[in-house]
């Protein structure tokens, strides 16, 4: 079945930038999602990309994806202390939404 | 606009007792999900309304969860008996529409109920 795998943790020091990395298996995928959630609130969609296209930017954030290679990323410029969260990366084709499991990103001083 | 609501927002109970829990979603919009999410893993779809209507329950525990959307806009998703492996954040979300072997259309979270099960 479709699996969503990214890595669990990530520390990064303020001001530098983040990079978040996420592998899917559906090749179908049409949509790919990257979604924030801070602690004790639901899942903020940050930035979506189209299957068919390779980059994605929004101010501090910038999405690539290797549809080969079935890898995204999101990396966040200049990361803030409001950054620290965790960060879901998410894939739909035509039915539903897998989610991964999350990565906990940790703003170091 | 308002967001998606959801309540309550904690709840602790004993295992096999009874809950339920309630969402309202964003004004207009016709589908709406219920998620199952575990400490440290990401949300797992439970079911999936278009209208009043299900779409997917194909991984709701139908001998103890059970949802419904009578009016087609809020809905109520209820637990009975609980389990102590049900506590979880349960979320809901909303969209504007879901057309079936199309794109999905962007999903919107409410804040989610936290249950404890001791």
């Known amino acids: 079945g479709e699996d969503v795998e990214q890595s669990l943790f990530l520390s990064v020091r303020e001001g530098d930038s983040s990079v978040i990395n996420c592998t899917y298996t559906?090749?179908?995928?049409?949509?790919l999602y990257w979604y924030k959630q801070e602690p004790g609130a639901g899942l903020q969609l940050l930035t979506y990309?189209?299957?068919?296209?390779d980059m994605k930017q929004d101010q501090r954030l910038t999405v690539l994806l290797n549809k080969k290679d079935k890898h995204l990323s999101l990396r966040i410029a200049d990361t803030q202390t409001g950054d620290s969260a965790i960060y879901f990366c998410a894939e739909s084709g035509d039915d539903k939404i897998i989610f991964g499991k999350g990565t906990r990103l940790h703003i170091l001083p | 606009e308002a967001g998606v609501a959801q309540s309550p927002r904690y709840k602790i109970i004993e295992k096999r007792q009874s809950v339920a829990f309630w969402c309202n979603p964003i004004?207009?919009?016709?589908?709406l999900y219920w998620y199952q999410q575990i400490l440290g893993q990401g949300p797992k779809l439970l079911i999936q309304f278009q209208n009043n209507g299900v779409v997917d329950d194909s991984q709701l525990p139908k001998d103890r969860f059970s949802a419904e959307r009578l009016k087609g806009v809020d809905s109520t998703l209820k637990i009975q008996p609980a389990k102590l492996e049900d506590s979880a954040v349960y979320l809901c979300?909303?969209?504007?529409?879901?057309?079936?072997?199309?794109?999905?259309?962007?999903?919107?979270f409410g804040p989610g109920t936290r249950l404890l099960v001791l």
């Open positions: 979300a909303s969209s504007l529409n879901f057309y079936p072997g199309q794109v999905q259309e962007t999903q919107y």
């Open positions: 559906d090749s179908s995928s049409t949509y």
């Open positions: 004004s207009g919009h016709a589908t």
């Open positions: 990309i189209f299957s068919n296209m």
